[in-house]
T-cell receptor
Framework: RKEVEQDPGPFNVPEGATVAFNCTYS??????FFWYRQDCRKEPKLLMS???SGNEDGRFTAQLNRASQYISLLIRDSKLSDSATYLC????????????FGSGTRLLVRP | DAGITQSPRHKVTETGTPVTLRCHQT?????MYWYRQDPGHGLRLIHY???????DKGEVSDGYSVSRSKTEDFLLTLESATSSQTSVYFC???????????????FGDGTRLSIL
């Protein structure tokens, strides 16, 4: 089993749609959770950290379910500019500062 | 954006030649990392550093070495490049002054390396 698993997609949605991505992780002791965004041929960029209580940043909402070991990202009112690959990230079992990156879920927002 | 500069941005070289990639940061972050990214594999950790002259191997370290002689610079060396090392290489940093270890990483723009 991969340490971080994501549905690769692509998710193809119209502008204005709401889309949700899930990610599962294998290390029950993980403490750090993040969502990154990566545009084609660019570096990954931090989208948001994920906190136990859940957190929201504008149109983006992240949730953490420790019991089931999954993380979710909800994007409301999708924009064309949201088209990218979204990476789920968790800290490694042997370290609090080393991270494991999921392979990513690709999102395509169409006009 | 975090002050991270990777050089060169692109490089084409031949099998068997040595190659050194440089990562320079102006953020005074403690941790620095080298990743490679290939289709179907996502980001894989090559080596990392937890301080000056303190480095350790990641999951795909064979064929690579690193050095960190000062806080701001982390060098990745391919002693004798092979075609399997054709990839996009990203440097990342974390561990700024404000927080502890549980911090996100910030990435440089990447280096596209082609080994012919």
């Amino acid at each position: 089993r991969k340490e971080v698993e994501q549905d690769p997609g692509p998710f193809n949605v119209p502008e204005g749609a709401t889309v949700a991505f899930n990610c599962t992780y294998s290390n029950s002791a993980s403490q750090s959770f993040f969502w990154y965004r990566q545009d084609c041929r660019k570096e990954p960029k931090l989208l948001m950290s994920v906190y136990s209580s859940g957190n929201e940043d504008g149109r983006f909402t992240a949730q953490l379910n420790r019991a089931s070991q999954y993380i979710s990202l909800l994007i409301r009112d999708s924009k064309l500019s949201d088209s990218a690959t979204y990476l789920c990230v968790v800290n490694r079992m042997d370290s609090s500062y080393k991270l494991i990156f999921g392979s990513g879920t690709r999102l395509l927002v169409r006009p | 954006d975090a002050g991270i500069t990777q050089s060169p941005r692109h490089k084409v070289t031949e099998t068997g030649t040595p190659v050194t990639l440089r990562c320079h940061q102006t953020e005074n972050h403690r941790y620095m990392y080298w990743y490679r990214q290939d289709p179907g594999h996502g980001l894989r950790l090559i080596h990392y550093s937890y301080g000056v002259k303190d480095t350790d191997k990641g999951e795909v370290s064979d064929g690579y070495s690193v050095s960190r002689s000062k806080t701001e610079d982390f060098l990745l060396t391919l002693e004798s490049a092979t075609s399997s090392q054709t990839s996009v290489y990203f440097c990342a940093i974390s561990g700024g002054e404000r927080g502890g270890d549980n911090q996100p990483q910030h990435f440089g723009d990447g280096t596209r390396l082609s080994i012919l």
